[in-house]
């Protein structure tokens, strides 16, 4: 699957996108999130607040038990400020 | 009809086309969203925009549908614009026409109040602190809130 990531979650991953295979034992947004954050370094710097995150999957806003699989577009972002 | 570009627009003659040819319509409500050369007590030189391509459009698009099921809409124009922008520079363009003005400007007020909580847009601020990211506002999700009331 692909992953993208934005704003100031794009520069605390140092990544604007990747490509994964569903890691094993993932299932949902919220198990993605802990395995992205077992990276260490940028990744756990970015997800440290959780509260602070947000999911959109295939470019639909979704909470954290979205399930995943391996074709999806997984993008995480701070809330939004546009207008 | 919805555009995301990082160019200006002409907000007089972005209405006169909306409306062209719809004698239909009575009136039509527009709103300007505008960089600010402030944010606190600080001053702002600069915003940076940045959004996800494919997902902004879709956002907008499902913006514009809600706005025209809930409203009866002869058209609406929603235009955002990302990259690098200077106070006093036009951000967004919303504008709503319909045979009466209840309408028109309900929607306007409408897709404006959504836009802000649901496009994935991300603004960056240049102050003489250095630059940092907007944080959202609790206010605009309680303006967006205010429209999911029966």
């Given at each position: 699957m692909k992953v993208l990531y934005f704003a100031w979650l794009k520069e605390k991953t140092g990544t604007s996108q990747e490509d994964l295979d569903l890691p094993n034992g993932v299932t949902d947004v919220a198990g993605l999130v802990a395995w992205l954050k077992g990276r260490g370094g940028g990744y756990s710097a970015a997800f440290a607040d959780e509260a602070?995150?947000?999911?959109?999957?295939?470019?639909?806003?979704?909470?954290?038990?979205?399930?995943?699989?391996?074709?999806?577009?997984v993008a995480f972002f701070p809330p939004v400020t546009g207008g | 009809m919805i555009r995301v570009q990082e160019h200006d627009f002409d907000p007089g003659r972005e209405l006169e086309q909306l409306t062209a040819?719809?004698?239909?319509?009575?009136?039509?409500?527009?709103?300007?969203?505008?960089v600010r050369d402030f944010a606190g007590d600080a001053e702002i030189s600069a915003m940076t925009l940045e959004h996800y391509?494919?997902?902004?459009?879709?956002?907008?698009?499902?913006?514009e549908k809600e706005a025209h099921a809930r409203?009866?809409?002869?058209?609406t124009l929603i235009i955002h614009r990302f990259g690098r922008l200077e106070p006093g520079?036009?951000?967004?363009?919303v504008a709503a026409a319909s045979a009466h003005?209840?309408?028109?400007?309900?929607?306007?007020?409408?897709?404006?109040?959504?836009?802000?909580?649901?496009?994935?847009f991300w603004k960056k601020e240049s102050a003489p602190s250095g630059e940092h990211w907007v944080e959202a506002k609790a206010s605009d999700d309680a303006a967006t809130q205010r429209w999911n009331k029966p």
């Open positions: 602070v995150v947000r999911v959109a999957v295939n470019q639909e806003h979704v909470d954290t038990d979205h399930k995943l699989s391996n074709g999806d577009e | 040819d719809n004698h239909a319509i009575g009136g039509v409500c527009s709103f300007i969203g505008m391509p494919g997902m902004t459009e879709k956002q907008l698009e499902a913006i409203w009866p809409l002869d058209a520079e036009r951000i967004v363009f003005r209840e309408a028109a400007f309900e929607a306007c007020h409408f897709l404006i109040d959504w836009l802000k909580t649901k496009a994935p």
